[in-house]
């Protein structure tokens, strides 16, 4: 069993750059797909990007591609969310997921996820 921690989340102005931080521990995350979703107040969790395990894949949602990038560092069990170009719109509690598996049908939905850590606020201000 893997615990996350998730950190890095912030107030930012519009146009500007966040950098999320996943800290995995119990497990190395070199065994996990890794996937950042978000939760806006009264919204279903929706995906945002993921990335198998030794960071040769990686999917994002139309909306965030070529803003986010999904990186992972195995050797210091830690998956980061680096966000440019902000929008309000990003405004969310992000939420660090892993799984042992990969499925090509639940890689993007949050349902695929069996680990899960605490979320970190994201606030993009106009």
């Known amino acids: 069993q893997v615990q996350l921690v998730e950190s890095g989340g912030g107030l930012v102005q519009a146009g500007g750059s966040l950098r999320l931080s996943c800290a995995a521990s119990?497990?190395?995350?070199?065994?996990?797909?890794m996937a950042w979703f978000r939760q806006a107040p009264g919204k279903e969790r929706e995906f945002v990007a993921a990335?198998?395990?030794?960071?040769?894949?990686?999917d994002y949602r139309d909306s965030v591609k070529g803003r986010f990038t999904i990186s992972r560092d195995n050797a210091k069990n830690t998956v980061y969310l680096q966000m440019n170009s902000l929008k309000p719109e990003d405004t969310a509690v992000f939420y660090c997921?892993?799984?042992?598996?990969?499925?090509?049908?639940?890689?993007?939905?949050?349902?695929?996820?069996?680990?899960w850590g605490q979320g970190t606020q994201v606030t993009v201000s106009s």
């Open positions: 119990g497990r190395t995350i070199s065994a996990y797909v």
């Open positions: 997921a892993a799984s042992e598996y990969y499925s090509a049908s639940y890689a993007n939905t949050a349902s695929g996820y069996d680990y």
């Open positions: 990335t198998t395990w030794s960071g040769t894949t990686t």
